[in-house]
Every structure is written in structure tokens, then in C-alpha cells.
């Protein structure tokens, strides 16, 4: 419990300290009109609240990834908490307002737009097949896992197991995503988020004091924090920076915050939105980390074993497939972690947040997916009837992807997620350059992010399959390499000046 305390203070004063100091980096002009005042445009460009801003943005980001991914994060052991800490800080939270600020003084541009204006056009193109594929494996990842926690609490009705309904409700939310995706942001984002991001939050507090008032332990940094404790033996670096995306560092942000950024209506707010609503997600998923492990350890706690420790990271893979299955639902132990601790209004806030979470989510992620598509193609988005030739097709390979495991699918959103906040990072440290300001601050993140997406993907089982050695040898390679060039690349800038 005492590193829970520790980190949990870790984050807050990150927000205060190291936020205000990515904010002074950045220069924010609070006398500039932003683009949801120039450009009002009724559909995408609407001046909204601050408060309102946050939580979409909150809402936008957060769906079941902090909570699905921590769960699965903490079965490596007590790293978990150090990277949801270190990456949310010093990586996710400046991910997030870079690339939301930086949109802002692009006119709402889009990532791929922002890239391709800081790297050129190829990596224009390179990150626009990217983000696509990003946005569609959200949209399917979150409609699933939201369809099959509704399918845990309506088992057994009218008849249908939970098989039948979890198709049921992948169909009901699909309609949803679709409406939500065509209609403007004010019609059903503007008005439903700010109410379903509350509630997240108000179950993260609730699942947080059951953190302090029910039995169970939660495991300690001094635990031996650099060796996993992974059923399948995964090892802890770079599988647990991929497994533990939202709430650490995500590219899917990227993807999310240019939406808030077309409705901003102050610079000053920058911070709170962007770097606020980050720290908020790592919090969130420190709670979910932190109640998973605690909640199995009094599972599978014995007479030998009262407290469940020796048995705790067992018992938390039990529960995780407890539906029979050789692959993992964290549905199932929300549910009830959400019941047990809170009972029916556990149950109800269960609802409330981890499946309106993932839904909205998902929608908006079609909606950054539609935008980009007709950023490409310059194809106004003012007439519903655009906005549905667009939309159709990327829903279409969605409902395609439902059919695909939930591990493997959750591995490779997973992957292209950090993928996508790497190339984010090393163009905001063009950026920064360009604009002469400190770029350390995305540098060092980029460098560190390079080495875990290049070396996971040629270790992982749905990778290479190539020796960790080797993997991580190719990985620093790469990762030097491409800090030696982009250095290089500014003593020239410099000696030209």
C-alpha cells in the first residue's frame, strides 16, 4: 500500500510541477484565437467549456485501455506501477499536450497532417496508413470488450448465453459508434461524455477505497519489482511497455487530442485538458493495477497462505479466464471487483464507466479515423452524406476484426498504439527544434520508445519471434542510430544560424 501511496503522489505532483514546466517549453500565447472560434464550422470546430473539454478529452483517451491494460500489466509484478508513473510523466502526459497544442497552432490539423508538415511528405503518407490502422483496431478492441462486459451481466437472460448476447451487443454498439460518428460533436459527444467521463471517475474513486477497506494485499516495489511474475513468463521490458499503453504513453491520444484541440477556447487551458486529463488516465489505471492484484490475492488466499501472496499472480490469471477460455477477459474482473466492493452500485457504475467507456471511445476513435480520410482526400465533411462514404468502409473492416482473438488483437492495437506515440515524439522534437526550444523533453521519451516497439515486435509471438538478446541489441541499435542522426541534424540547424 505504500508504494500505491507514493506513486499516486508521484502523478499528482507531476501534473503541478513537471506539467507547468512543458507548458513554459512550449510558450503558450493566451491571447491567440483558437480554431474553434476562427473556424466554427457547426460540426468538428465548436467552441466548448473547459470542464466539458476535459472530460471528452478524458473520455476520448481513457475507454477500458487504463483499466483492461493495468490488469494485465500487473501480472509482470510491481514494475507495473514504475512504468505507469515514469510513462505517464515524463512520455504520455507530454505526448498528450504536444500534440494537442501543437494541433491548435496548426489549425486542428490532424496527426498525420502535423507529421507529414515536420517530416515530410512520405512520413505524411507513412503515418496516415498508420493511423488508420490504429483507429480501426480502437474501434474494434473497445466495441468488443464493451460488448462482452454487457454480455457478463446479461447471461442467462431471455434465454441467450453470454455468446449469443455478446454478439447482441456488438451490433447495439455499432449502431451507436456509427451515429456518433456521423452526427456533430455537440449532438451526442458534447452532451454524453462530460456525463460518462464523470462516472469513470467516480468508479475509479469508489474501486480506489476499496483499495484501503477490503481484504486482500498489494504488492510492493520492494517485492522483487524486476522480475516477472507472468503466467506465460513474458519478460518485463519492453512486453509490459506495450501491455500497459493508456495510462502510461498511448499514440491513440495523438489520434484524440486534435478533436479538443478544434474546441478549445484558450491556450491557458492547454494543460489541464491535455497533460490533465493524461495524468487523470494514469491514475485511473495505478487504481485498477493495484485493486486486480489486491482482489486476487484475497481470491486465492489459504490456510497456508492467509494473505494470498505467494498465490496472487496465479490467482489473477484464474480469474482472468474463468470463462473457460485459454485468452484473458478483464470484463470479467471488473465485474467483479465492481460488484464485490460495491455492490449494485458497483454494478451500475460498472456500466456507467467501463462500458460507456470503451463505446465512446471507440466512436470517437471512427470519427478521428472519418477525419483523417477526408483530411487526405479534401472532402468537405459540412454534408452528412461525405461523412457516411467515408465512415462506411472503416466500419466494415471493423466488424471484419471482431472475429480475432482478444489477446492477439489487444497485442497488436497495443504495438501500433506505442508505434504511433513514437513517431509522434521524435516530430515534436522537430518541432521543438524548429521553434528553438528545449527539446529534451520529446527527445528522450522518442529515443526510449524506439527501443521498445523496435525490439518488441521482433521478440513478440505475433512478431519475429527473434531472441530478447537479439531483439534488444536491434532495438538500442535503432534507437542510437536514429538519436545520432536527429543530433547530427541539429548542429547543422545550428551552425547554419
Not at 184 to 196: E, K, N, V
Not at 384 to 393: D, H, K, S, T, Y
Amino acid at each position: 500500500m505504500i508504494t500505491f501511496v507514493i506513486c499516486l503522489v508521484a502523478l499528482i505532483l507531476g501534473y503541478l510541477l513537471y506539467g507547468v514546466l512543458v507548458e513554459k517549453v512550449f510558450g503558450i500565447q493566451p491571447e491567440r484565437t483558437t480554431p474553434s472560434y476562427r473556424l466554427t464550422d457547426g460540426v468538428d470546430y465548436i467552441p466548448m467549456s473547459t470542464w466539458r473539454v476535459y472530460l471528452i478529452q478524458f473520455l476520448n483517451i481513457a475507454g477500458t485501455g487504463p483499466i483492461f491494460g493495468a490488469i494485465m500489466g500487473i501480472l509482470f509484478g510491481p514494475a507495473a506501477y514504475m512504468w505507469i508513473v515514469i510513462g505517464c510523466i515524463f512520455m504520455g502526459a507530454v505526448h498528450d499536450y504536444l500534440c494537442g497544442m501543437i494541433s491548435l497552432r496548426q489549425d486542428g490539423a490532424s496527426l498525420p497532417e502535423m507529421v507529414g508538415k515536420e517530416l515530410g511528405q512520405t512520413a505524411r503518407q507513412g503515418m496516415r496508413g498508420l493511423s488508420l490502422l490504429l483507429l480501426v483496431l480502437v474501434g474494434t478492441v473497445f466495441v468488443t470488450t464493451a460488448a462482452g462486459l454487457l454480455a457478463t451481466m446479461t447471461n442467462g437472460s431471455w434465454g441467450l448465453d453470454m455468446n449469443a448476447w455478446r454478439w447482441v451487443w456488438i451490433g447495439i454498439v455499432f449502431v451507436y459508434c456509427i451515429l456518433a460518428t456521423l452526427l456533430p460533436i455537440d449532438t451526442l459527444i458534447g452532451r454524453l461524455y462530460p456525463i460518462f467521463g464523470a462516472a469513470l471517475l467516480i468508479m475509479a474513486i469508489g474501486v480506489g477505497v476499496g483499495l484501503f477497506t477490503q481484504k486482500g494485499i498489494i504488492p510492493e516495489l520492494t517485492d522483487a519489482p524486476f522480475i516477472t511474475h507472468h503466467p506465460k513468463g513474458l519478460p518485463i521490458f519492453p512486453f509490459l511497455c506495450i501491455t500497459i499503453a493508456c495510462g502510461a504513453i498511448s499514440g491513440f491520444h495523438g489520434t484524440q487530442s486534435p478533436l479538443m484541440a478544434r474546441c478549445l477556447e484558450n491556450e491557458r487551458r492547454g494543460r489541464f485538458v491535455f497533460y490533465g486529463a493524461m495524468v487523470t488516465e494514469g491514475i485511473v489505471a495505478l487504481i485498477w493495477a493495484a485493486a486486480a492484484i489486491k482482489f486476487a490475492s484475497a481470491f486465492g488466499a489459504s490456510p497456508t497462505h492467509p494473505d494470498g501472496s505467494p498465490e496472487a499472480y496465479g490467482s489473477l490469471w484464474q480469474l482472468l479466464t474463468d470463462d473457460g477460455n485459454t485468452s484473458s477477459n478483464p470484463a470479467l474482473l471488473v465485474n467483479m471487483i465492481c460488484t464485490t466492493w460495491m455492490g449494485r452500485i458497483g454494478a451500475l457504475l460498472a456500466v456507467l464507466g467501463v462500458v460507456a467507456a470503451p463505446i465512446t471511445s471507440g466512436d470517437t476513435a471512427y470519427r478521428s479515423a472519418r477525419l483523417i480520410v477526408a483530411d487526405f482526400l479534401h472532402l468537405s465533411q459540412s454534408k452528412i452524406v461525405n461523412r457516411l462514404i467515408l465512415a462506411c468502409p472503416l466500419f466494415a473492416i471493423s466488424a471484419a476484426l471482431v472475429f480475432v482473438d482478444f489477446d492477439i488483437l489487444w497485442r497488436y492495437f497495443a504495438w501500433t498504439n506505442q508505434t504511433l506515440a513514437t513517431c509522434f515524439l521524435w516530430t515534436a522534437s522537430v518541432w521543438l527544434l524548429r521553434h528553438e526550444r528545449n527539446l529534451w523533453i520529446a527527445f528522450v521519451p522518442a529515443v526510449f520508445m524506439t527501443v521498445v516497439v523496435t525490439s518488441y515486435i521482433l521478440a513478440a509471438p505475433e512478431g519475429f519471434r527473434l531472441p530478447l538478446t537479439l531483439s534488444l541489441t536491434v532495438g538500442f541499435a535503432m534507437a542510437i542510430g536514429l538519436g545520432a542522426w536527429f543530433l547530427t541534424y541539429k548542429h547543422k540547424q545550428a551552425w547554419r544560424k
